[in-house]
């Protein structure tokens, strides 16, 4: 009876170690939301996700009390560990867009960094939850344990480490316990927000914390640096001329004439076969299939290679894990020569953490999808838009650009109806599915073709020297189990070749300045050699790393995936300089940057996303009827009054029309004073941009 009371005493001390760290899971992912309308909508669309949020914090918890042996300790560190995190994701997500990623901790401690957005963040509602979380917390406490202490046995503590050590790993690994499968868990690796939307702050980062493991490449040290850069020779600019540089990277572009089984009533690319006739010109082994096209884009611009991370380049997104600070890029190069660098992507701003990758590359201005006129091509924005961009940012500047820019016309998916119309059919003894999907991607990249051929018209007959590359990003994704590939017998059951026929992209450097003798044509390179490849032939001073890279590229012009390396010959000692090298610059301490001197400048401080804010220039009232003037106006522009929305049509130009008697906008009192303004919003109904205020005329 005696031990039977004693238990019971101990009891309520044993349930406030389940119950707690549900109540602190809550506090956190509030924290990370904002407001309890987002905290409850989680909750009510993903109660499983809540549960292992639950789970993530119980481990932690139970471990903590057996480390410590006291239950109030415990749960105060976690209080004072997980709180602050809460409330950073919230701001950097309110300010930003993204949460606060545990590589944003590990390898660039920016909690500093974000301190100006936790000012933006923590309101009196906020503050006062928190305030009213921890005073019934210690209240609690006080109520439970006011008479005696618990006490934890060594038995107890041993239990609760091994419970914690085995929900950590079930967490972490999805072993012995796989919750991942059976709840469903999964990520979005092009896009972690909604990641982190839908599985909660908590267990995503756990789920994230995989992508911490990045080995230093042996050897590795400041010294090591020293030494390598110490052997490479600087090579300096062929000569004063600066021509503009333009990079083109066409979505899902390849040559489908390679598919001999299938016939083309008209060759869907004629521009670039031409071209390649003449042209230096060839097959880049891309290190995706079917999409994360991010990963090509950051092996041409930066000059680093997804084949040194030790994951699957189909499990990895460097845009979103790495890019934590300034890394030097092709953008960066050219603006320290007195370049004007634009990204122009016709996507979405946030996508793949686009709009802070383009900064920290070294980007003046990056030109997204909200910036973009309605000018489409089936579901996408037509690539001749893409060109007029690129035209417009060439002709502005006074002198020479740099220009990094996508496509989307040809973007996945493929079924027929896309386009408006296909001009293009196929023959062949393939099924009626894989035909038409083929003509859908046939007329896709004709529109590509056409794109690159009127760029090259219209460079051709300006006295501006200009160099441009060209190439295609990765294969199409023609359905599961490359579908359309094996109906066209383009691939074989147990191909031996199946990776070099399905990433093997084609590629163009086209100029208007070089002599014909130096063109070179079939070359076969790796991404991360274009860049280097293109400023020699450009004839500009590159850096350090693209004068190594550009030396590598002539012994070792292509680099396969690692377990392929002994069929090309390579020898992972043929590359450890280029891995330190690669190393130094993402996670290192960047020891190359500091010794020539950039390793602080490469960001720019003037970085404007499209054309800078919304400029409201006149506004003019007839009635209820208002008409806002300004600049630079685009359809994605809103025009809001007192902070609220209002309904309004644009006219393509500089001009929103607003009714005030719709029934869709808030009454206004006529009797007071107004202001109006006008906010850009991306597609996650993330502000972006935001005009001064401006008064409303009286009616």
Same mark, same amino acid.
């Given at each position: 009876m005696t031990t039977l009371l004693q238990w019971l005493k101990q009891l309520p001390s044993?349930?406030?170690?389940?119950?707690?760290?549900?109540?602190?899971?809550?506090?956190?992912?509030?924290?990370?939301?904002?407001?309890?309308?987002?905290?409850?909508?989680?909750?009510?669309?993903?109660?499983?996700?809540?549960?292992?949020?639950?789970?993530?914090?119980?481990?932690?918890?139970?471990? +903590?009390?057996?480390?410590?042996?006291?239950?109030? &300790?415990? #749960?105060?560190? *976690?209080?004072?560990? !997980? /709180?602050? %995190?809460?409330?950073?994701?919230?701001?950097?997500?309110?300010?930003?867009g993204a949460p606060y990623y545990p590589w944003d901790l590990y390898f660039n401690n920016q909690i500093v960094a974000y301190v100006p957005f +936790?000012?933006?963040?923590?309101?009196?509602?906020? &503050?006062? #939850?928190?305030? *009213?979380?921890?005073? !019934? /917390?210690? %209240?609690?406490?006080?109520?439970?344990?006011?008479?005696?202490?618990?006490?934890?046995?060594?038995?107890?503590?041993?239990?609760?480490?091994?419970?914690?050590?085995?929900?950590?790993?079930?967490?972490?690994?999805?072993?012995?316990?796989?919750?991942?499968?059976?709840?469903?868990?999964?990520?979005?690796?092009?896009?972690?927000?909604?990641?982190?939307?839908?599985?909660?702050?908590?267990?995503?980062?756990?789920?994230?914390?995989?992508?911490?493991?990045?080995?230093?490449?042996?050897?590795?040290?400041?010294?090591?640096?020293?030494?390598?850069?110490?052997?490479?020779?600087?090579?300096?600019?062929?000569?004063?001329?600066?021509?503009?540089?333009?990079?083109m990277l066409g979505e899902s572009f390849w040559d489908p004439t390679l598919m001999k089984n299938v016939t083309f009533s008209r060759d869907p690319i004629p521009n670039l076969h031409q071209l390649q006739k003449t042209y230096t010109s060839g097959w880049m082994l891309s290190p995706q299939f079917g999409g994360s096209t991010a990963n090509v884009e950051f092996e041409v611009l930066s000059g680093n290679s997804m084949r040194f991370f030790g994951k699957s380049p189909d499990k990895i997104l460097p845009y979103i894990q790495y890019m934590n600070h300034g890394v030097d890029s092709l953008a960066s190069i050219m603006t320290r020569q007195g370049y004007t660098a634009t990204s122009i992507n016709p996507f979405f701003s946030y996508f793949f953490d686009s709009r802070k990758v383009y900064m920290d590359f070294g980007f003046s201005r990056f030109i997204s999808s909200e910036y973009f006129p309605n000018d489409f091509e089936g579901p996408n924005y037509a690539d001749r838009a893409v060109v007029k961009k690129i035209i417009e940012e060439t002709e502005k500047s006074p002198g020479p650009d740099f220009i990094f820019a996508n496509t989307m016309e040809n973007h996945h998916p493929y079924k027929p109806g896309k386009f408006n119309k296909n001009t293009i059919e196929v023959t062949g003894d393939i099924s009626s599915e894989s035909k038409g999907i083929l003509e859908t991607y046939a007329q896709g990249i004709s529109g590509t073709d056409k794109a690159l051929q009127s760029l090259v018209d219209y460079y051709s007959k300006k006295s501006e020297p200009t160099i441009l590359l060209f190439f295609g990003d990765h294969f199409p994704f023609f359905e599961?189990?490359?579908?359309?590939?094996?109906?066209?017998?383009?691939?074989?059951?147990?191909?031996?070749?199946?990776?070099?026929?399905?990433?093997?992209?084609?590629?163009?450097?086209?100029?208007?300045?070089?002599?014909?003798?130096?063109?070179?044509?079939?070359?076969?390179?790796?991404?991360?050699?274009?860049?280097?490849?293109?400023?020699?032939?450009?004839?500009?001073?590159?850096?350090?790393?693209?004068?190594?890279?550009?030396?590598?590229?002539?012994?070792?012009?292509?680099?396969?995936?690692?377990?392929?390396?002994?069929?090309?010959?390579?020898?992972?000692?043929?590359?450890?300089?280029?891995?330190?090298?690669?190393?130094?610059?993402?996670?290192?301490?960047?020891?190359?940057?500091?010794?020539?001197?950039?390793?602080?400048?490469?960001?720019?401080?003037?970085?404007?996303?499209?054309?800078?804010?919304?400029?409201?220039?006149?506004?003019?009232?007839?009635?209820?009827?208002?008409?806002?003037?300004?600049?630079?106006?685009?359809?994605?522009?809103?025009?809001?009054?007192?902070?609220?929305?209002?309904?309004?049509?644009f006219d393509g130009e500089d001009t929103l029309y607003v009714d005030l008697t719709d029934k869709e906008n808030p009454v206004l009192d006529n009797d007071k004073p107004h202001q109006v303004e006008v906010r850009v919003y991306d597609d996650k109904k993330m502000k972006i941009g935001q005009s001064p205020l401006y008064p409303l005329p009286q009616s």
């Open positions: 044993r349930i406030m170690i389940v119950i707690l760290p549900f109540f602190l899971m809550m506090m956190v992912e509030y924290l990370e939301r904002g407001s309890y309308e987002e905290l409850h909508k989680w909750v009510m669309n993903h109660p499983l996700s809540m549960v292992l949020a639950y789970f993530v914090v119980g481990t932690l918890y139970l471990f +903590l009390i057996a480390v410590t042996g006291k239950s109030r &300790l415990s #749960f105060w560190l *976690l209080c004072a560990a !997980l /709180l602050p %995190l809460g409330a950073i994701s919230g701001s950097k997500l309110k300010a930003i +936790l000012k933006g963040y923590l309101n009196l509602r906020i &503050l006062g #939850f928190v305030a *009213l979380f921890l005073g !019934l /917390l210690a %209240l609690l406490f006080h109520l439970v344990l006011r008479r005696q202490r618990i006490q934890f046995t060594w038995i107890e503590r041993g239990i609760y480490a091994v419970v914690a050590i085995v929900m950590a790993s079930s967490l972490y690994m999805d072993k012995p316990i796989p919750f991942m499968n059976l709840y469903g868990i999964y990520t979005v690796p092009w896009d972690q927000t909604i990641t982190y939307d839908e599985n909660g702050y908590l267990y995503s980062s756990v789920q994230m914390l995989g992508f911490l493991n990045v080995a230093k490449p042996e050897g590795y040290s400041k010294k090591a640096i020293a030494d390598i850069l110490g052997k490479i020779p600087e090579k300096p600019a062929a000569g004063d001329k600066k021509p503009n540089i333009i990079v599961d189990d490359y579908k359309v590939y094996r109906d066209a017998k383009y691939v074989l059951p147990g191909d031996p070749d199946l990776y070099t026929k399905t990433h093997y992209t084609p590629f163009l450097i086209w100029n208007n300045f070089l002599p014909a003798d130096q063109e070179q044509l079939n070359l076969k390179m790796s991404p991360s050699f274009l860049g280097p490849k293109l400023l020699h032939m450009a004839g500009v001073k590159g850096s350090y790393y693209t004068d190594y890279l550009y030396d590598l590229s002539q012994k070792i012009p292509v680099i396969p995936p690692n377990d392929m390396w002994e069929k090309y010959n390579i020898k992972a000692s043929d590359l450890s300089d280029y891995m330190k090298l690669q190393y130094d610059n993402l996670f290192g301490g960047r020891y190359g940057y500091e010794a020539k001197g950039f390793k602080d400048t490469i960001v720019q401080p003037g970085y404007v996303l499209g054309y800078g804010d919304p400029v409201i220039t006149k506004l003019t009232r007839s009635g209820n009827k208002l008409q806002v003037v300004g600049k630079p106006f685009y359809s994605s522009c809103n025009v809001y009054i007192d902070g609220r929305l209002f309904k309004s049509n």
